[in-house]
C-alpha cells in the first residue's frame, strides 16, 4: 500500500528538502532523524544534500557579513534545486527566510536570497499552514510545557502552530510557562561573548519551567534547547528537553 | 553614579557581571515590571486597534523626522510671536553654555527641575553646580536618585530599583527625617522639600516630550503635578527638548498621549498633561515671564543622517523596550553607563557617543526581538542592534575575531572538510570531561555555568545515509515479492 498516510495529510505528496543546522548534525541527530520520520509518515519524501553546512548566522550575527554572505552563498547553490526546504530550527530557518535577503540586498545573488527565503518553512508552520495538518498521530505521555524560541516567534510570527499539533498528541498534557515567550539567552555567540548575562536569563527561563511541574520541556528550536537543557543538567536534573519532532515522531 | 575609570566595554563588562548575579535585585525589578506588563496589556486592549496606532505613530513620526527643517520652523515662528524664545543648540556645550549664561544674567538664585533626560545627557546638573547654582530634582523619583548621588536607574521610572526601606533610610540620612515604611510618609517628606524649593526657585528647568509645529506649543505629560509647579512658579523657564520630539499637528497628540501612556505606564492617560505656548501674556495671572525653548541636536542629525537607522529618532522615550528586555531585567539600568538604558540606548549611544566606544552595548543582546515588537512606534531595535554590530566589524574590525569568521567561513565553504571536522565532534565529547570547567576547555564560558551537550557517535548524516539505504533495500525487497506474486 503506497502513499499510506496521504489521508491524514490531505494533500498531494510533496519533495521536502531538509536544512539539517550544524550543531543539530552534530550534537541532536535524532531530531532532524524524527522530522524525517514524521515527514515520510505524511507520505512525503525527504532530501537531505549532504552539500549543505551552516547557515552562516554566526558571522552574521557578529556583524562579519562579508564571511556570513560567502557561507550563505554555499548555501543558495546546496538549495537552489529545492521545492520546500524545511528548517528545524527556528533561528536557523529565520537566517533562510529574513535575513538572507537582508544580506544580500544590493549584491548579485540578491534574487537567489528571495527566492530561497520564499521557500523555506518552519517544520510546524510548514505542517499546520501549508499541509493542513494537526494531528500526525503520535502518542507521548507526560506533561510538556512549551518554550518559543524568539527568532520562531518574532521573525518568523510561529506561536499557534506547534500549539495545535501538541494539542492533537494523545497523552500529551500541555501547561503554558509564564515566561514562555521569554528569551532564554541563548543568542548564539552571546551566550559565551556574556555568559553571565545569558546565564542569569537561563535561570529565569528555566525558574519559569520548574514552576509549572512539567517533567519536559519542548520546544522548535534545538538551539534554545541547549540553553535551557544545560542549564537544567547542572542545577535541576529532572525536566528533559525534547524537540517538538521528536514529540511527533512518537508513536 | 557609574564612574568610568575603565574604558566603557571593560565597566560594562564588570558591572553586568556583578548585578546579573544580584538575584535579589533581579527579582524586585522583574516584579515590578510584571505588574507594568499586566497594567500595559490591560490599556492596550482598550485601544481599538492597537496595531494600526502604532502603524499611525509610526508614520507621523516617520513624516515629522524627515521633514525636521520644516516642522520645527514652524514651531520656532509660532512660539517666538507670543514672546518666547528659541534657541538651537548643536551639542551638549552650547546647551549649557546658554542655560548657565542666562541664570547668570537674570542673577538666578536656585533652580528646580523636572525630569529632563536631555538634562542627564549633556550632565547639566553638575555644570549648574559648578557655577554655583543650586538645583533641586522636583520629580520624586529623580529626587530621590539626586539624593543618592546616582543617575538614573531607568529613563522612566528613575529608582524602580529601590526597595522602600533603602528610601526611608536614604532621607533619614540625609534630610534626618524619621524612618517610615509608609509610602504616603515617604512622599510627604519629599513634598515638603519639594514645596519649598518650586517657591524659592527664579528658573525653572524642564524637558518635554512633544514640540507641536501647527501650535507652536511643548507639551509636557507627568504624574505629580511637579512639572506644572516647576514651569509655573520661577520667573523664569527653560525647556531642553530633542529635536526629534516635534510632531506636526496638535490632533497627533490625540494619538500620541494614551500611547505613551499605555507603553510608558500602562496608565489610559498619564496624570497631568500640560500644553505650553510660551511665557505669561498679557492679562494672564500665572506662568513664567520669560520661557526659553533650547532645540537640541548633540548628535542627533548623525542618526538623521544614517536612512537605515533613523527611526530611532522616531522613539517617543515610553521605556517600553526597557520593561520587556530580559537583558535590562537581569542586569539593570547602571550597568549600561549610558544616559538613555536598554534597547533603544544601545542603539543610539553609539551614534551619539562614538561607535567604537559603545558598540559592545549592541552585542550585549540575545537579538530577541521583544523590544521591536513592544515599540509603540515600530522602531527596528533589535535590527540595528546587528546593524551597529555590522558597522563596527566593517569600521574596526577586532583582529582575532575577524580571522575566526574567516577560518570559520573557509570550512563552511568545504562540505568535504566540514564533514571531516565534525567526524571529531564524537570524540571530543568524549574527551570533554577531561579538560570542563579547566582553563583548557575550549568552550569554558559555556560550562562554567551550563552542561555542554553529548555529541552522539553517528551524525544526522550518518543516521539518514542509512535510512535512506535500509528504504532502498525494503523496497527493493518488496518490488522482488510483488513480482513473485
Given at each position: 500500500m503506497p502513499c499510506r498516510a496521504i489521508h491524514?495529510?490531505?494533500?498531494?505528496?510533496?519533495?521536502?528538502?531538509?536544512?539539517?543546522?550544524?550543531?543539530?548534525?552534530?550534537?541532536?541527530?535524532?531530531?532532524?532523524?524524527?522530522?524525517?520520520?514524521?515527514?515520510?509518515?505524511?507520505?512525503?519524501?525527504?532530501?537531505?544534500?549532504?552539500?549543505?553546512?551552516?547557515?552562516g548566522q554566526p558571522p552574521f550575527n557578529s556583524g562579519y557579513w562579508d564571511e556570513a554572505r560567502a557561507v550563505a552563498s554555499k548555501q543558495l547553490d546546496v538549495f537552489k534545486n529545492a521545492e520546500i526546504i524545511l528548517s528545524g530550527s527556528g533561528s536557523c530557518g529565520a537566517m533562510f527566510k529574513v535575513f538572507y535577503p537582508e544580506?544580500?540586498?544590493?549584491?548579485?545573488?540578491?534574487?537567489?536570497?528571495?527566492?530561497?527565503?520564499?521557500?523555506?518553512?518552519?517544520?510546524?508552520?510548514?505542517?499546520?499552514?501549508?499541509l493542513g495538518v494537526k494531528d500526525v498521530g503520535a502518542r507521548f505521555d507526560g506533561k510538556a510545557t512549551f518554550h518559543d524560541g524568539c527568532h520562531g516567534l518574532r521573525e518568523l510570527g510561529t506561536k499557534h502552530a506547534p500549539r495545535e499539533l501538541l494539542s492533537h498528541v494523545k497523552g500529551l498534557e500541555l501547561v503554558e510557562m509564564s515566561e514562555a515567550e521569554t528569551c532564554c539567552g541563548f543568542g548564539g555567540t552571546f551566550a559565551v561573548k556574556y555568559p553571565q548575562i545569558s546565564t542569569a536569563m537561563a535561570e529565569v527561563k528555566c525558574n519559569s519551567i520548574c514552576e509549572t511541574k512539567a517533567d519536559f520541556v519542548i520546544s522548535n528550536d534545538s538551539s534554545c534547547l541547549m540553553q535551557i537543557g544545560g542549564w537544567l543538567d547542572r542545577n535541576i536534573g529532572s525536566v528533559k528537553c525534547l524537540h517538538l519532532a521528536e514529540v511527533l515522531a512518537s508513536r | 553614579m557609574t564612574t568610568l575609570a575603565e574604558p566603557p566595554r571593560h565597566q560594562f563588562q564588570l558591572d553586568a557581571n556583578r548585578t546579573a548575579a544580584d538575584g535579589d535585585r533581579r527579582a524586585a525589578v522583574r516584579k515590578a515590571l510584571h505588574n507594568y506588563s499586566s497594567a500595559r496589556d490591560k490599556t492596550g486592549a482598550t485601544f481599538n486597534d492597537w496595531k494600526s496606532a502604532r502603524n499611525a505613530a509610526s508614520a507621523i513620526k516617520h513624516e515629522a523626522v524627515n521633514h525636521l527643517d520644516r516642522y520645527l520652523e514652524e514651531f520656532e515662528s509660532k512660539f517666538t510671536a507670543r514672546g518666547g524664545k528659541v534657541f538651537w543648540a548643536s551639542d551638549?556645550?552650547?546647551?549649557?553654555?546658554?542655560?548657565?549664561?542666562?541664570?547668570?544674567?537674570?542673577?538666578?538664585?536656585?533652580?528646580?527641575?523636572?525630569?529632563?533626560?536631555?538634562?542627564?545627557?549633556?550632565?547639566?546638573?553638575?555644570?549648574?553646580?559648578?557655577?554655583?547654582?543650586?538645583?533641586?530634582?522636583?520629580?520624586?523619583?529623580?529626587?530621590?536618585?539626586?539624593?543618592?548621588?546616582?543617575?538614573?536607574?531607568?529613563?522612566?521610572?528613575?529608582?524602580?530599583h529601590l526597595r522602600r526601606d533603602?528610601?526611608?533610610?536614604?532621607?533619614?540620612?540625609?534630610?534626618?527625617?524619621?524612618?517610615?515604611?509608609?509610602?504616603?510618609?515617604?512622599?510627604?517628606?519629599a513634598r515638603r522639600v519639594l514645596r519649598r524649593a518650586y517657591i524659592d526657585a527664579d528658573m525653572g528647568i524642564s524637558g518635554g516630550n512633544f514640540i507641536v509645529a501647527e501650535t507652536g506649543m511643548i507639551s509636557i505629560t507627568e504624574n505629580e503635578g511637579n512639572a506644572r509647579l516647576t514651569v509655573g512658579l520661577p520667573k523664569i523657564h527653560v525647556a531642553l527638548i530633542g529635536i526629534e520630539k516635534v510632531v506636526p499637528r496638535l490632533a497627533d497628540l490625540a494619538l500620541f498621549l494614551p500611547m505613551l501612556a499605555t507603553a510608558g505606564t500602562g496608565q489610559h492617560m498619564t496624570g497631568y498633561n500640560s500644553m505650553y505656548g510660551g511665557p505669561r501674556q498679557p492679562g494672564e495671572l500665572d506662568g513664567p515671564e520669560e520661557f526659553h525653548v533650547i532645540l537640541l541636536d548633540n548628535h542627533r542629525t548623525r542618526l538623521l543622517a544614517d536612512p537605515e537607522q533613523r527611526d530611532a529618532l522616531h522613539c517617543i522615550r515610553c521605556g517600553a523596550c526597557l520593561n520587556v528586555c530580559p537583558i535590562f531585567k537581569n542586569i539593570g539600568g547602571h550597568a549600561y553607563g549610558t544616559t538613555y538604558q536598554g534597547p533603544i540606548g544601545s542603539v543610539i549611544t553609539p551614534h551619539f557617543r562614538g561607535l567604537e566606544d559603545w558598540k559592545h552595548l549592541s552585542g550585549a543582546s540575545s537579538l530577541c526581538g521583544a523590544c521591536t515588537e513592544t515599540c509603540p512606534v515600530g522602531i527596528d531595535i533589535h535590527h540595528h542592534l546587528l546593524h551597529n554590530r555590522r558597522n563596527a566589524a566593517a569600521q574596526k574590525p577586532a583582529k582575532g575575531e575577524q580571522l575566526l569568521w574567516k577560518a570559520f567561513a573557509f570550512l563552511m565553504q568545504r562540505p568535504a572538510?566540514?564533514?571531516?571536522?565534525?567526524?571529531?565532534?564524537?570524540?571530543?565529547?568524549?574527551?570533554?570531561?577531561?579538560?570542563?570547567?579547566?582553563?583548557?576547555?575550549?568552550?569554558?564560558?559555556?560550562?562554567?555555568?551550563?552542561?555542554?551537550?553529548?555529541?552522539?557517535?553517528?551524525?544526522?548524516?550518518?543516521?539518514?545515509?542509512?535510512h535512506q539505504a535500509a528504504k532502498k533495500g525494503v523496497a527493493s525487497s518488496g518490488t522482488q515479492q510483488g513480482a513473485k506474486r
Open positions: 491524514i495529510s490531505g494533500t498531494h505528496p510533496m519533495r521536502v528538502t531538509l536544512f539539517v543546522p550544524c550543531f543539530i548534525d552534530s550534537l541532536y541527530p535524532n531530531v532532524g532523524m524524527s522530522m524525517v520520520r514524521v515527514l515520510e509518515h505524511l507520505g512525503h519524501s525527504v532530501e537531505f544534500p549532504e552539500e549543505q553546512t551552516c547557515c544580506l544580500f540586498h544590493g549584491h548579485d545573488r540578491e534574487a537567489e536570497a528571495k527566492a530561497l527565503s520564499a521557500k523555506t518553512w518552519e517544520f510546524s508552520e510548514f505542517l499546520v499552514n501549508k | 551638549s556645550k552650547q546647551a549649557r553654555d546658554y542655560i548657565i549664561d542666562l541664570a547668570k544674567r537674570k542673577s538666578v538664585r536656585a533652580i528646580v527641575k523636572s525630569k529632563a533626560m536631555t538634562g542627564e545627557e549633556i550632565h547639566l546638573n553638575q555644570a549648574l553646580l559648578e557655577e554655583g547654582f543650586g538645583v533641586v530634582e522636583s520629580d520624586l523619583g529623580e529626587y530621590i536618585q539626586q539624593l543618592k548621588g546616582e543617575a538614573p536607574y531607568h529613563f522612566v521610572f528613575p529608582c524602580m533603602e528610601i526611608s533610610d536614604l532621607f533619614h540620612k540625609e534630610l534626618g527625617t524619621a524612618k517610615t515604611d509608609s509610602p504616603e510618609e515617604l512622599t510627604m517628606i572538510l566540514y564533514r571531516l571536522a565534525s567526524r571529531f565532534a564524537p570524540l571530543g565529547s568524549l574527551l570533554h570531561p577531561l579538560v570542563s570547567g579547566s582553563p583548557l576547555d575550549p568552550v569554558r564560558s559555556w560550562t562554567s555555568t551550563r552542561e555542554f551537550p553529548h555529541a552522539p557517535m553517528r551524525s544526522f548524516r550518518d543516521q539518514f545515509r542509512e
